[in-house]
Structures are given as structure tokens and as C-alpha cells.
């Protein structure tokens, strides 16, 4: 009787962890653990006050830099008569910030796109009307004078003329799956980060636009299987839209520029080579300098045009080009003029990214700002008063980002003073930033500093996270370094579980992303589902292996034109090595990925000689030519160039080579990575006669998001490590 007794509590005791563990995987998925963030804000005019949208999403109001108190409301829907929505999802400001133009009801197009209804609301004369009653609009913007707002719908670019309520359409060309006006295709969007493809100049004359072609991209199409898509007659829904594929043909962008005045569009001369990509225009000083910047096929030349839109003159005034690697668009973030000709630039010529000072008219190299193995990882502007540049940089290390100051005399101040992660929102004048700081230890803290590296306030401390997660005595990571056989040091970390006893012998699971300029092991907060798994006995490690981000050009480019060489050889010498660890169980190593690590993942279960136990892939790409263009070919050139290094990083001929316990995971609806490379990949394993585990998600899509269905995911996961690792 006792000894059932004793079993009894034993059995209890147990279904008590699991469910309490089942509770903490749920807060994991449903983002409890996330902290608190500031709301998206904007930098008055005056340098000493901010405007945010209120948690509640109902107001905008204004508030002090210095002191935190609120100082005046821009808009308030409570004061608006029959208000036609609930809450503020977006707004900007006219340069006088009298006029406030506002959206809600947003739908999402892609991963960054959506259309709105938008609003303008005039703070003087209390007015409250609707920009297009033609249907929901894309990119809406003021013009620098705040009389007129540019938009897109349909693909059509327009302007409202907001003093005569006019609207008038910029072109009438647009066309679904055709012609695209003013905004990124789906490329553009997921690969340049760009959806605004307009851009005003200066005295609010001219519109700058780019036109996309894509009539002779190829179509990509998948089902909608439920919820609001489905047909009436509960038929599937099918979607499609251009998706152009590594070698296949992409849009054709061409620069026009649209008159107000005259009410006529000319086009500008980008050269006689059409198959190119513009990712980013920009107006300079005044109306007479619009930038360019043209992009070849191959990636591996970046041109800046310089163009007097009227006369339609232009030049290239200065090139970047790599014979060894790719020229990364990403450096354009940086770009920006200044007086007296000169312009701010960042390059990777001397091995790192770095801050270059250049005459913009005729492209030469003034000086380098910034200079040191270490790469600068943001740009923040460029204050003229004080000749100084604000950026951030992994100069202390790859795993931390902090806040720098340097003058053109090449005086440097680090602002930020803790270990972790820094990123920084400044002013207009560049006197005050926000800080949003976070570490291993510290969920995240925003701080109001001034551009002297003094913080003045705290805005949130995220406190009560802090202290229910201490409660939880969770185990912490550990940082760690690994040199590989052939001699490359990677940075890493490992979790092991709270009751660690290193008499014991532990089950590791290997987590990773592995993707080009892609960082996992970094000082910041994150609680994700690696604590649940040490929870349970089970020890997490994440290596970056080359590629991956903060340590100059040659580790992160190293992969080209060979992906999937390098990722796994890295990631299949840390599972060698973790077996000689004593605490570790030689016999049950896995991995696991998303995305770029889903393809590892099942790279190295095809290409790891068997040190892998079980590995779960969710949403990989399986060949890189069922991939997009513009991120396939960065690093891959086209497969008409590199055919053996897509044959060699293909694997789909590889599948019978598979060993382990496979879980394959995607969502139906992935207009990012498709369906088609698990469902290849899972024929090559059903013909070579291999058994795995394959779950697939109705309607989601890249993310598969929503909390029941991450909460099911993880789970699924979960009981599929307990039951085969």
C-alpha cells in the first residue's frame, strides 16, 4: 500500500512539471516574455519634443524629450465626430507639423506592405477628411510644403492637392501582374526592404517614381484552404503573384519623373542595360540632384547616378564594384547628403563596413570616418553643426552593439556605456536619442540620452518582466568560442538545464540560422523555446558559423557562389565536438531550424556522416533555384553562371543520404519560401525509402503566426525531440 502511495505522488509530482512546463511554453509562443516596447515615435521640428500614438492606440500625443511629460495632443478620436475607426495604426506629419496624415485598417500585402485607409486631420482648422474615397491606399505621403499627399492604388501613383480636394492620377498604366507604379514588386519588398518606390523633391515640383515591368516575370501560385478567402461555395482560393526565381526573369524598373505644374512625365536615362535593379532614389539639397542607384543582375556593381531631373542630364558619379564578392545594397542605408557637396557613404573597400566622407558631384573620397576590424552595423546621421557622425558598431565585440560618436577629426566617444545590445532613435538637430538597450540578463530598457552619452531619464525598465522571469531561476547562457578543425574561431553560447549535474550524460539539441550576414549569438534578451527544452533536460547550443554577420567581409561573404559548404561543415564540427564533451550524449545530437536553417538543418542530416539523431526543419528551402532572384543570386550568381555550386548545394539528390529522425514543418501559404521545396524534398525521401514526421499548416504562411498555432508548433517540436532524441 505504501509503495502505491509512493508512486501515486511520484505520478502526480509529474503531470504537475508537465503541465506547469506546458504553461511556460505557452507564455514562450504567446510572446509573454517579450518585453515592452516604445511606441514608434516622431522627432518634432523643434528638437525638444516627440509624438507618439498612446498604447491604446485612440491619441497622438506630444511629449518632452527632457522631461517625459506630456505637452500637447496632436489628435484625439474621442473629439472626432462619428470617428470611422477604433485606433490609430500609423501617422505622419507635414513640415509644419499643422497637418497630421493617419491610417487605420490596415490590410497586409507581404511581409512589410499593406494598404489603409488613410486620413488627413488639420490640426489648425480642426478639420477631418478622407484622402481617396476610391479605395484603400499604399505609401501615402506628404509633400516637403504639406499641401499635397502621393499615394498608390492599384498600382497607379496619385496626388491629392489637399487645398482643392483634387486628386490626380500620375499614371494609369498600372496593372496587376503587369505594371507596378511608385511601389516594390514582391522582390523588392523581401529582399531591398523597400516598399516606397516615390520620392518628392525638395520644393515639392517634382515626383520621383520608379516603374516595374514585370509582365514578363513568372507567375507563383498557392491555395487558400479557410477563414475569410475561402469561396463561397467553400471552393479553395487560389493567390498569385509574381514571384521571379533564380536565372528566371525579374521586373524591369525604369526612373521617371512626374511634373505638378506642367502635369508631364519624363524618363531618365539609366543605360542600355535593362535587366538591373534600382532598390533606393533620393532627392539631394534642392530639385536640381536626384539619386540613383542602379544595381546589375549579378549584384557586384552598385552605380550612383546623379541626374538634374528637368533637363534630364545625368551621370554616374561614382561605382563600387567587387570581382571577388557581391556589393551589398545594405550599405545604402547609410547614404546621406550634406552641404557643400559632400555625402555620407559606407563601403566594405578596406575589409569592414565603414563610414566614408565623398564629393557627391564627382565621386571622390574625402576621408574615412570610421576605421578598424570591426564592422559599423547602423547609421544614424550626420550632425553639421558638430561635423559629427552617430552610428552604432560591433567594435567591442561581434556579440555587442553599442552607440558611437566620431567628428570628422576623427575624435570618437562611445555613448552607450552597458554590455549588450544597443540601438539608438535620434532628433532632428541630433542632440537627444532614444536608447533601447537590452542583454542576456536584461530585458529591455528604454532610456532618453543626450548625444553626449548622458542618460537623462528612463522611459521603461520592463521591471515586473525582469523579476517574474528571476523568479523562474532559469539557467543562463553561456557564451562561448569554437575553433573549427581548419582553424576559424565561432562565437556561440549554451544552455544547460537548472539541475545540471555534470555527472549526467545530456541530450543536445543544436539551433541555428546559419544565413548570410545572419547573427543568433548576440548580448541581448531573448527567452524563446531553448529554456523550455533545458526545462526538460535537454542541452541548447547556437554557433554562428561563417557567413554570419559582424566580423568583417571575408567571414561573412566567404559562402559565395557555395552555399551550403561552409554552414555545414561549421555546424557539423561543433556536433563533433560536443561529443567529446562529458556531459553530453554522444549518441543524441540534433538540430533545428527556420528558414536558412531549415535547409541547414537538413544539409547537415544529408551531409553529416550521422552525428545527428534527429533534426527538425521548418519552412527550408531545399534548392536554391526554387528561390527568389535577388537573395539566391546576391550569393549564387544564376544558375546559368554557377551551375556546379547550385548542384552541389542542392538537396533534393541528396535525400537518400538522410539519416536520422526527420520532422519536416511549412505552412501552406508561404509566399516566401513555397511549399514546393518540402513537398520535392519529401518525394526524394518517399522514393529513396526513408521514413519521417511531416506537419503542415493550413493558410500560414513564412511565419506561421498566431498564438494557437505557435503554441501547437512548438509543442509539436517539442514531443517530437522527447519521443526521438
Known sequence: MKKTVFLFVIFTLSIAKVDASSDFLRKITSKHYVPKTMAELIPLSDAEHYARITDDGKQILVYSYKKGNVCDTIFDIAKIKDCPFDSIEGFALDSLEQRVLLYANAESIYRRSFKADYYVFNRKRRTFDVLSEQGKQQCAEFSPNGRMVAFVRNNNLYI????????????????CGKIINGVSDWVYEEEFCETRLFSWSPDSKLLAFVRLDESEVKTFSFQWFGGERLAEDAYPVTQTYKYPRAGTKNARPTLHVYDVFYKNTKTLDLGAEQDIYLPKIAWGPTADALFAFRLNRNQNQLDMFVFNPRSTVGKITLTERSEKYYVDYDNLRAFEVLPDNRMIWMSESDGYRHLYLYNWQNGQKLQQITAGKWDVTDYYGFDVTKKTCYYQSAESSPLERKVYAVDLKGRKKCLTAEQGTHTAFFNTTKTYFIDNYSSLQEPLITSVYSSLGVKMRVVEDNAALKNEVVALNLPEKEFLMFTTPDGISLNG????????????????????????????????????????????????????????????????????????KQEVADQVA????????????????GIWGWSYGGYVALACMTNGDGVFKAGIAVAPVTDWKLYDSAYTERFMRRPQENYKGYEAST????????????????GTADDNVHLQNTMQF??????????????????????????????????????FLFKNL
Open 160 to 175: 491629392k492637392k489637399l487645398d482643392f480636394n483634387t486628386e490626380i492620377a500620375v499614371t494609369k498604366d498600372g496593372e
Open 682 to 719: 519529401s518525394e526524394a525521401l518517399i522514393n529513396a525509402g526513408i521514413q519521417f514526421d511531416m506537419m503542415l499548416y493550413p493558410n500560414k504562411n513564412h511565419s506561421i503566426l498566431g498564438d494557437d498555432t505557435r503554441y501547437h508548433l512548438y509543442t509539436k517540436m517539442a514531443h
Open 574 to 589: 561543433v556536433a563533433n565536438y560536443l561529443t567529446s564533451l562529458p556531459f553530453v550524449d554522444a549518441s543524441r545530437i
Open 493 to 564: 553560447w549554451l544552455l544547460k538545464p537548472a539541475d545540471f549535474d555534470a555527472s549526467k550524460k545530456y541530450p543536445v539539441l543544436m539551433v541555428q540560422y546559419s544565413g548570410p550576414s545572419s547573427q543568433e549569438v548576440r548580448n541581448r534578451w531573448s527567452i524563446g523555446w531553448e529554456y523550455y527544452l533545458a526545462e526538460n533536460g535537454y542541452v541548447v547550443v547556437c554557433v554562428d558559423g561563417r557567413g554570419t554577420g559582424a566580423r568583417g567581409e571575408q567571414f561573412r561573404k566567404c559562402t559565395y557562389r557555395n552555399l551550403g
Open 651 to 666: 538537396l533534393l539528390d541528396k535525400a537518400q543520404r538522410l539519416k536520422g529522425n526527420l520532422l519536416l514543418v511549412h
